[in-house]
């Protein structure tokens, strides 16, 4: 751990009759961190040592000094070069102290803030050498609880070392929870957590996706002048990515999913990136629809579906498909929507169709072809049927977030619906000729209902489904999709 020198002691205090202190580098809520000499083993360390502020209770201090110790255990326990190596620990004289491997390099804080953003093609090199660092710790049942840029690391030559599991928790040692606080740094806390919920490695990837955000953009989006703005940015407003383009911005957007359920994992995001990283230039999104779709596009000319805010979709669909382990294939990053792909039908006020009008649910078979002249009821899929419900989602965990706009949406959708398409989930030879499929989205007018106040049984008032029929019109003997 390092930083600008800050000053040198004149006496040089030596902690255990070894490590001799030679410069301040830095000071944190925790501690101060010092450059060192090991006059045993003759090289140079960073020795963190717990320096708490007046007026903490006794009982508090017992945590957060037991909290500084189980660092070092917590680093220990873990080899990654993504990770800042812990080398010994010293109680002496009532203090604690971390001696740890020196790493001569700033932050990526202060990178940013003295050059501005990063280019792509970096910051994907630093994702995946901080997504490893991250599995390596979530792996030992370790969550770090405050990954943000100033205790990302980067060398110049681009090594990247992930530190301070000062306030880390291992996930079997609840003991260490904080009546009543919310530990971490308030931009790049994840929704959940301020909902209340305990920290995991879903919630330190939210906060590493904010801060390769952070990274490829300059700022932090949820970044605010109060702690309490910050907070209410992040539980109502959705992140817009302006530089990060292609892989990137999926991946960022896919870790920042509000839902912990429906985030990119780890594993996920760093297979998506190592496959970015081994295309030089690979194409960012998809051209105009294809004029051969069943139904007439708009008017206004569509934006690429993978640039920009629309990178959004690949990410959530990519989470859906990745948790079962089907493989995306070449088409993730081709210039045009598959043929079979029909214009996107809309539901509630405004749009294409009814509520009522649908009535089949996910995974479940109906009788008719979703046309606005038409009402799809249920059917069963044993018998001969025209539908497919083969895939549904919610976007959102969370019902307070806005309508995230009709554009958006549409492209989530497409991207969600051609993804389980295209997988396994329809295992049917030559599908793009034999079959049409169409992703229905809610409108922003049943979007804003509140289930809470619906009489109905059927709350899917921001559903998404991906339906499928036969090209050429006629019934499905069989179910397609596979269950």
Known sequence: MTGPTQGVSARPRVIAGRYTLLAELGRGGMGVVWRAQDNVIGRQVAIKELH??????LEERRVLEERVMREARTAGR??????VTVYDVVAEHGMNYIVMELVEAATLSTLISA??????ERVISMAIQALSALDSAHQAGIVHRDVKPGN??????GRVKLTDFGIAQAVDDPRLTTSGSLIGSPAYMSPERIHGNEASPASDLWALGATLCYAVEGANPYDRPTTASTLHAIMNEMPRLTRAHGVLGAVITGLMMPDPNARLTGPQARAMLERAAAQPTPPTGFGAPNPTMHY??????????LKGLLITGTALAAVALLVGGVFLGRWLFTEQPPAAMAETVTYGPGGTIEPAQFKAG????GDNLVDPNTTVNYTDCDE?????VYAAAEPFGSDKMPYPGDEWLRGYAENYCTLHFMSERVPVEDKESKLRYVAVVPTSGVWAEDPSNSSSSDKRYRDVACVLWNKDGTALKD???AK
């Not at 873990?78 to 990770?83: E, F, S």
């Not at 990302?152 to 030559?157: A, D, Y």
């Not at 996910?362 to 078979?365: E, I, L, P, R, W």
């Open 52 to 57: 708490l502020p007046d007026g903490i209770a």
């Open 78 to 83: 873990l080899n990654d070069p993504g990770v």
């Open 115 to 120: 050059h501005g953003p990063m280019p792509q």
């Open 152 to 157: 990302l690391m980067v060398t110049p030559n």
């Open 296 to 305: 007439t596009p708009p008017t206004a000319v569509r934006k690429p579906w």
């Open 362 to 365: 996910a995974g479940q078979c």
């Open 384 to 388: 001969p049927h025209r539908v497919e």
């Open 479 to 481: 179910q397609l999709y």
